[in-house]
């Protein structure tokens, strides 16, 4: 079956620290991958997505993630966060036609 | 800018109660979703729907049923709440195949 990992389910950074995220995934075919991000009270709003080409992208505030196909990874990464990065972040993969599947977050603290 | 409106933000329901919650799209999208937000288990999928009338089950069907007459529009129904039905409720829509999936505001609901 399909599935998708995040293995960190709390981080806690200072500010201006470096970020990574993890996020793999069990699919052997063609997949869209997504970063979605909710902030505290707010809906899930894209990050960022790869469909195809460059397998390095970029999303919004800073963030960017790299598809790695021989790792069936894509991790999310930010040089430096912020106090306002303080969220919840899913990955999510589609594979097949409208079905999209997400994995189960990750909590991301920010101390200032 | 997609917009994907659910009605109720907050409900408080009796065990028993029949509960509707209503989700509306303005982007003639044909996929829509119903998803349900837990801590720890992140999203999880209800029911998904990809044309007026038609509809799928997710990975948690079981206590809901869904209704879409209208394209704009796709309703979830518990027919009769659990306590265990408590949750925060997200709908979401797409436009088809493997594109962006779009999240609405969400509804917290409460079962006592």
């Known amino acids: 079956a399909q599935s998708v990992s995040q293995h960190n389910h709390h981080v806690i950074l200072s500010e201006a620290a470096s970020l990574e995220l993890g996020c793999n995934y069990s699919?052997?075919?063609?997949?869209?991958l997504f970063w979605y991000v909710q902030y505290p009270g707010q809906h899930l709003q894209l990050l960022l997505k790869y469909f195809s080409g460059d397998p390095l992208v970029k999303g919004i505030k800073g963030f960017e993630a790299e598809f790695i196909k021989s790792k069936f990874s894509f991790n999310l990464r930010k040089p430096s966060v912020q106090w306002s990065d303080t969220a919840e972040y899913f990955c999510?993969?589609?594979?097949?036609?409208?079905?999209?599947?997400f994995g189960s977050g990750t909590r991301l603290s920010i101390r200032p | 800018d997609v917009k994907v409106t659910q009605s109720s933000r907050y409900l408080v329901k009796r065990t028993g109660e029949k509960v509707f919650l209503e989700c509306v799209q303005d982007m003639d999208h044909e996929n829509m979703f119903w998803y349900r937000q837990d801590p720890g288990l992140g999203l999880r999928l209800i029911y998904f729907?990809?044309?007026?009338?038609?509809?799928e089950k997710g990975d948690i069907p079981e206590g809901y049923s869904v209704s879409r007459e209208k394209k704009e529009r796709f309703s979830l129904i518990l027919e009769s709440a659990s306590t265990n039905q408590t949750s925060m409720y997200l709908c979401a829509t797409s436009p088809g195949g493997r594109d962006t999936i779009y999240f609405g505001e969400g509804s917290w609901l409460t079962v006592v």
């Open positions: 729907s990809y044309d007026v009338k038609m509809k």
């Open positions: 999510a993969v589609i594979s097949s036609a409208s079905k999209i599947i």
């Open positions: 699919y052997g075919g063609t997949v869209n």
